[in-house]
């Protein structure tokens, strides 16, 4: 299938490194005909990978947002409308960051000003991202807006620890907003929960590797990996998922809804 999205235009947050879901959202949205721009915290751009990506889709624009900042947000949706010259028809919001996680503080135990972060990056930036938006009247009608989510919003995974809480307030305001500009706009917006997915973000999980490994024997057709994300990442933006929003999507191989699958017994055997 060939330009399923070409004339979209979009931005796309969260490429930090070739790892990231984001990168290879960005290769397949280039590659079915979009163009659009790059984003990421000022902070995630030192190492200057993001260029090579910027490189490989059509020499792409990158303007630097922290997303809790209020003005380095308007900036992003002004230029990249500058930019682009109009309008967008789509955003990918794929930003997650736990100071609680990456110093080991456990659930029982949190520092309350990182929980602010987290919920501040994780989840708050996607209303200050669609209001933002909706105030500029930034996006075309029938434009689509996903952000990344993880099935720890619905179920316990004990690691994931305050990431949970603020994937459950990102599914919210996806609802809450997808409402919203449902009525105002016909924009859909929508979460997409993907499998666990060997990036810096999901690495940083502890036990991730014991868990990759079980979710993979887990799901009838295994982890679903970055680059198939991507794909389903590219068929919500098109416009032959018009009619889809305020949804939770679970793109994780079966792994939501499958209560047991005797291969989990053999997780970790051939290590022992
Ligand atoms: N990797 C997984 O197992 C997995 C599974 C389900 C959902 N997700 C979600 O996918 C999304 C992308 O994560 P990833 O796994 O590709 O990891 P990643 O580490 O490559 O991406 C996370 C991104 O968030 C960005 N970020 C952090 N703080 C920011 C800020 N203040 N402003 C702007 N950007 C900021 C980082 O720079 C990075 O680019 C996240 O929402 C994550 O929770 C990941």
Redesign the pocket.
């Known amino acids: 299938m060939n330009n399923l999205l070409k004339g979209k235009k979009g931005i796309i947050?969260?490429?930090?490194?070739d790892?990231?879901?984001?990168w290879q959202v960005a290769l397949k949205c280039h590659e079915q005909g979009a163009e659009f721009v790059l984003t990421?915290?000022p902070i995630?751009m030192r190492m200057g990978e993001i260029n090579n990506l910027a490189a490989a889709c059509g020499n792409a624009q990158i303007i630097p947002?922290?997303?809790?900042k209020n003005d380095e947000m308007e900036n992003l949706i002004d230029k990249s409308m500058e930019i682009l010259g109009g309008k967008l028809d789509f955003i990918l919001h794929?930003?997650?960051?736990s100071m609680n996680i990456r110093k080991g503080n456990v659930y029982t135990n949190l520092d309350y000003k990182f929980m602010h972060d987290t919920l501040d990056?994780?989840a708050m930036?996607f209303h200050r991202l669609l209001a933002t938006c909706y105030k500029k009247d930034a996006i075309n009608d029938w434009g689509s807006v996903v952000a990344?989510?993880?099935i720890a919003a619905q179920r316990i995974f004990p690691d994931y620890s305050e990431?949970a809480d603020a994937k459950s307030l990102l599914e919210s305001i996806s609802r809450s907003f997808g409402y919203q500009y449902g009525k105002h706009k016909k924009v859909r917006i929508n979460t997409i929960?993907?499998?666990?997915?060997k990036?810096?973000?999901?690495s940083g999980v502890k036990g991730f590797g014991d868990f990759f490994d079980y979710a993979e024997a887990l799901s009838p057709l295994g982890n679903a990996n970055?680059e198939q994300c991507a794909e389903y990442c590219v068929a919500m933006f098109s416009d032959f998922t018009r009619m889809v929003t305020m949804q939770n999507l679970f793109h994780d191989g079966g792994f939501s809804f499958t209560g047991f699958s005797p291969d989990v017994f053999n997780v970790g055997k051939d290590a022992e």
């Not at 790892?19 to 984001?22: N, V, W, Y």
């Not at 947002?65 to 809790?68: E, F, G, I, P």
């Not at 990036?199 to 999901?202: K, N």
């Open positions: 947050f969260g490429a930090l490194n790892k990231s879901i984001a990421n915290a995630a947002c922290d997303v809790t794929s930003v997650g960051m990056i994780s930036s990344l989510t993880y990431m929960s993907q499998s666990p997915t990036t810096t973000a999901g970055a």
